[in-house]
């Protein structure tokens, strides 16, 4: 799953990725969030790196 297909800016990216974390962070999904969230980071720093070219 690409959790950022969909953001055409920086800004929309902080914004989806800052609930993101929320929703998936291993406080309040448990183990199985933890995957999901380091899924979710390794995916924002790509989309990060894209943008800046």
Known sequence: MNYFEHCQSV???KKRYRELLMQYHPDHAGPEGEAATK???GQFNSF???KSK
Do not use: M, S, V
């Open 11 to 13: 800004e929309e990216a």
């Open 39 to 41: 899924e979710i980071i």
């Open 48 to 50: 990060l790196k894209w």
